[in-house]
């Protein structure tokens, strides 16, 4: 055992007895389709930390795939949640109430295109990220009447019949279910890590593909919106080069085009900053968020400039659950947790989370690249190779074993660890994450 092996937490095998339990059960009853990577059966957690059903302790660095953006179980969170329930549990969005339009005036005074490009927004609300994106899928078609739409390789923006047409991060995740939407097209998103095109400038050189896409078959006249993440979450934790968002952007505004940010992933603070965008000043006219915006309860926004949200005719779009109060409770109390120092918390800790990261990718070359903005970070692990092989078998072994260990992890593109703890993270709690990765890493080498 070597002195990392020291702040290992597990006392029992994993799973135990009462997980094992509760997985039996469940396997009679639940889809199977559930991508679960490890038998983690969740008890409670406070702020980082989780425990399971048999007492197990583990530092979370998943987050409920980054929705605990305020940690497990915040107070604050917690308190306006029971406020809210105490008072109604719901409303239709037919009618008005005080937590829907309070988040709709924050989403306004926080959302890019006021803050970038001095335009007014407005909010559609929903309870995921699938249907905010759907939401302005509508939305740009609804206001440019055009057909086309272009999307990025790599892209996960969801799982319903339209969000899917653009998800692409595995192809198995569209396996069975064609023909999807038409009317989009894939381009790739640019990654100087493992570029597709020749030079320097990978941003530069989809630019130009996707003017020569344009030219010869895509029409741009045809083209509603450009659907992209700015960073790229489950395709592999991809920080576009600079100028890549300010040129798309350019493209969007010759052509008329919409252009749209997932922020489902990244945004509310996960990357140091309200917005990823905000990292390249650049304002989309449409964004959608879910995930860390209600710290886990289930709520879901397309944010668009007002010029052009204001289009939507009463009834063009709608649904019966938007502006929950619970949810809208819970997301009030997060941006206010968020603006008031959970995204600088993020950048602080994640900037010294990817200095521990860089010493660690000096002691094992199995660790390709390490990237990302505030908490949000991939470590691609490849085959010590100059071809830059990914190491999927050992991304899956570095996780398990993680798990093991009492590290709750997940994997993104090929062969990616990432770290999405909540932003409420500690500098204290990543160095303890970094022992463990260094034991997990270990343990995977040596085929443990
Ligand atoms: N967009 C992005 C960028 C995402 O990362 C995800 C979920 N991983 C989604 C959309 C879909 O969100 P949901 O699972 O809430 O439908």
């Not at 983690?40 to 702020?47: D, E, L, V």
């Not at 509508?138 to 390789?153: D, E, I, M, Q």
């Not at 252009?259 to 990823?276: H, N, P, S």
Request: overall charge neutral; proline content about 6%.
């Amino acid at each position: 055992m070597n002195a990392a092996m020291k702040s290992v937490h597990i006392k029992t095998a994993l799973p135990g007895p009462k997980a094992q339990a509760l997985i039996a059960r469940d396997a009679e009853v639940s889809s199977p389709s559930y991508p679960r990577d490890y038998p983690f059966a969740m008890s409670h957690g406070r702020g980082t930390v989780v425990w399971d059903v048999d007492g197990n302790r583990f530092l979370d660095f998943a987050a409920g795939i980054a929705v605990c953006s305020t940690g497990h179980a915040h107070p604050q969170v917690v308190d306006a949640v029971k406020g809210a329930a105490d008072r109604f549990l719901h409303i239709s969005s037919d009618y008005w109430h005080e937590e829907m339009t309070a988040l709709g005036e924050r989403l306004a005074r926080l959302a890019p295109m006021r803050t970038l490009a001095g335009e007014p927004a407005m909010s559609f609300l929903c309870q995921s990220g699938t249907e905010a994106v759907e939401g302005a899928l509508k939305l740009a078609r609804y206001v440019t009447r055009r057909p086309r739409y272009l999307g990025f390789l790599g892209g996960f923006h969801g799982r319903t019949m339209g969000s899917l047409s653009f998800t692409s991060s595995k192809y198995t995740q569209q396996l069975g279910f064609a023909p999807t939407m038409p009317g989009v097209t894939h381009v790739p998103f640019p990654n100087p890590y493992r570029p597709l095109f020749a030079g320097a400038d990978q941003g530069k050189a989809v630019l130009d593909y996707i003017r020569l896409l344009f030219e010869r078959s895509v029409p741009a006249a045809e083209v509603a919106a450009i659907l992209v993440e700015p960073i790229q979450g489950e395709g592999g934790y991809l920080v576009p080069p600079d100028g890549f968002l300010a040129g798309l952007r350019a493209l969007c505004d010759e052509h008329g085009i919409l252009l749209i940010f997932d922020e489902v992933q990244a945004g509310v603070g996960r990357t140091g900053k309200m917005f990823a965008c905000e990292h390249w000043g650049v304002a989309p006219d449409i964004m959608t968020l879910a995930k860390g915006l209600g710290s886990g309860l289930p709520i879901g926004a397309v944010v668009a400039k007002r010029s052009i949200m204001s289009q939507w005719k009463r009834g063009a779009h709608g649904n019966t659950y938007g502006g929950n109060p619970l949810a809208c409770a819970a997301a009030n109390a997060t941006l206010d947790l968020v603006a008031e120092g959970l995204a600088d918390n993020a950048a602080r800790v994640g900037a010294h989370f990817m200095q521990r990261l860089g010493e660690l990718a000096r002691d094992y070359p199995c660790i390709g690249e390490v990237r990302g903005r505030g908490l949000m970070i991939g470590m691609e692990l490849i085959e010590n190779d100059a071809e830059r092989t990914p190491a999927r078998a050992l991304c899956e072994a570095v996780i398990t074993r993680a798990f093991h260990n009492g590290l709750l992890l997940l994997a993104c593109g090929a062969s990616t660890v990432r770290f999405m703890p909540p932003l409420t993270v500690g500098i204290g709690e990543v160095d303890e994450a970094i022992e463990l990765l260094r034991a997990s890493l270990d343990q995977a080498l040596a085929g443990a």
